[in-house]
């Protein structure tokens, strides 16, 4: 489903925003979707003055939330990405990896002036505050997004006390044409070496990324695996060596077998772990 990215500088109301589109596109006017709230809160990095003083750590944070939102983009789901995304070049890295998804995308920009933001934080709880260096720090590297750029198209600017405008954001999403996804993403032939070296490296991806969910979830769940259509069924727990004899099982029957479209092996190998449990 659609991937909403909020920007914006600190204390701009993203977070309030994030919630209030939330209950909008779960309700039975918004569609009565699921929406996903992926923020530095929800992934558990809340000391945003360590966090944001040292560009390493950015850096790390960054790729943790970018990582999340492929993890979990799908067509079931409306991800909403609240963070500052004050960078137009990861910006542009969100808007590939919805357009690999094919999946609409869209900015909200909480435009909130430099001074009412710095009111607002020092209205928070002390713990919660920005650092004045690093809050100022922080507006003066946004960049701010632009419609004319494809990456920030649909754009939508949200200023302080205004309304917020969902049924324009719920048609920008599900009433426009896709952008076709790039040639680079569509599958190509693919010779001998390469086939085995791709089904090596998909397998083993699904298999860390089953072992890595395994341990926040409850049998019953469904994981979402990257690349795959279909979900895993935990429907018991699973070790490693359970999961490699598996994988070996599939990777030499794949061999003698293979498929044409590469995209393709994830959800194979994940059809056949359901398969081979539930039998």
């Known amino acids: 489903m659609p991937l909403i990215v909020l920007c914006g500088h600190p204390c701009s109301g993203r977070?309030?925003?994030s919630e209030a589109m939330s209950?909008?596109?779960?309700?039975?006017?918004g569609g009565g979707k699921g929406a996903t709230i992926i923020s530095d809160t929800s992934m558990g990095y809340s000391e945003k003055n360590v966090i944001y003083a040292e560009s390493r750590k950015e850096k790390d944070v960054r790729g943790a939330l970018k990582a999340e939102v492929h993890r979990l983009i799908s067509k079931d789901d409306i991800i909403i990405l609240d963070s500052l995304n004050y960078i137009k070049g990861y910006r542009y890295e969100l808007y590939c990896i919805a357009k690999a998804a094919q999946t609409p995308m869209c900015v909200v920009h909480c435009c909130?002036?430099?001074?009412?933001?710095?009111?607002?934080?020092?209205e928070r709880n002390p713990e919660d505050q920005y650092s004045a260096a690093i809050f100022d720090e922080l507006v003066m590297r946004f960049e701010a997004p632009d419609s004319r750029n494809r990456w920030d198209s649909p754009l939508f600017t949200i200023l302080p006390d205004s309304e917020i405008p969902f049924q324009q954001i719920r048609d920008s999403l599900f009433l426009r044409k896709l952008p076709p996804p790039n040639m680079a993403t569509q599958s190509q032939p693919l010779s001998a070496t390469n086939f085995l070296h791709e089904l090596d490296k998909i397998t083993q991806t699904v298999i860390s990324c089953l072992l890595d969910t395994q341990k926040t979830s409850v049998l019953g769940d469904e994981i979402t695996i990257p690349g795959s259509t279909v979900k895993i069924n935990l429907v018991r727990s699973v070790t490693m060596s359970d999961l490699r004899k598996l994988r070996r099982l599939f990777i030499s029957y794949t061999k003698t077998h293979p498929v044409e479209d590469?995209?393709?092996i994830a959800t194979l190998f994940v059809q056949y772990l359901n398969k081979s449990w539930s039998s």
């Open 112 to 122: 909130v002036p430099g001074e009412k933001g710095k009111l607002w934080n020092t």
């Open 15 to 17: 977070t309030r925003l």
């Open 23 to 29: 209950e909008y596109f779960t309700s039975s006017s």
């Open 262 to 264: 590469v995209q393709l």
